[in-house]
């Protein structure tokens, strides 16, 4: 099972007077094969909730559960295996003196898993790029390429779940739906679950079932995409985002990927 549970979620960096309270009792859940959003400003917490979920941070309090089973501060291969993130800036995630074969063929070393060329080639065709990639180094793809990388990455080791760190937003306005396609795409052929942060609407209206919204650690709304694109939000700090989100399109709708 693939789904993800948060319950009580919260997260201070600091201590006494001086510590600072970055979440305050998140709570929602994504169910298996789902693809949920997490909204809001920059500052709100959204990659935060992310960052508790992969294992980066530990010192959480509340429940955290990835298929019924609860998660502790120690990361796990088992952990590893399930749950894989996908982040911000495709450059900045990969090593710039690591061919793309190096950088794939890693994971499989680290959990022992025989096949290694088979594999890699598989899971380049399965992200759109030919074995001719192989042996390029980051500097020699585009932006769309190296997320491309970043994705396989992440799918190698066949997780179910993929926590996805404003996956386009480091990208051309061209290749972003692109991307967000491919991920579409792979979630409906392999029955994967995401978990996605992003402060644009018009990518979470895209390609997810559901979102929270999210302002200064707390979440103030969970609705459907349905909901949002319909006037459906009641909480004024979310209108105020769709409104923000309307008026830089021509017709006054929640703006998608061109």
């Known amino acids: 099972m693939s789904h993800i549970e948060v319950n009580s979620l919260s997260l201070s960096f600091g201590h006494g007077p001086a510590a600072n309270q970055v979440l305050d009792r998140v709570s929602f859940d994504v169910a298996a094969g789902e693809s949920f959003g997490l909204v809001g400003e920059s ?6 909730v992310l960052r508790c979920l992969a294992g980066q941070y530990h010192h959480w309090r509340g429940q955290l559960h990835i298929g019924g089973k609860p998660l502790t501060g120690k990361l796990d291969r088992e952990r590893c295996r399930q749950v894989q993130m996908v982040f911000q800036d495709p450059y900045g995630s990969l090593h710039p003196r690591q061919t793309v074969y190096t950088a794939l063929a890693e994971p499989l070393r680290i959990h022992g898993i025989d096949h290694e060329p088979e594999r890699i080639d598989a899971i380049l065709d399965k992200v759109g790029l030919n074995t001719d990639f192989r042996f390029r180094y980051p500097h020699q793809l585009s932006g769309g390429q190296r997320q491309r990388v970043a994705i396989a990455r992440a799918l190698i080791l066949q ?12 990208l051309d306005v061209s290749v972003q739906a692109e991307i967000l396609n491919l991920l579409q795409s792979l979630r409906e052929r392999d029955g994967l679950t995401y978990l996605m942060v992003s402060h644009d609407l018009g990518v979470v209206a895209h390609l997810c079932d559901r979102l929270a919204v999210m302002q200064q650690g707390r979440i103030v709304e969970c609705l459907t995409v349905d909901a949002l694109c319909n006037d459906g939000a009641r909480d004024p700090y979310t209108r105020m985002l769709v409104a923000s989100s309307r008026s830089h399109t021509p017709d006054g709708a929640v703006a998608e990927p061109a």
């Open 43 to 48: 500052g709100s917490g959204k990659t935060t």
């Open 159 to 170: 997780p179910r779940i993929l926590l996805l760190d404003e996956p386009t937003s480091a």
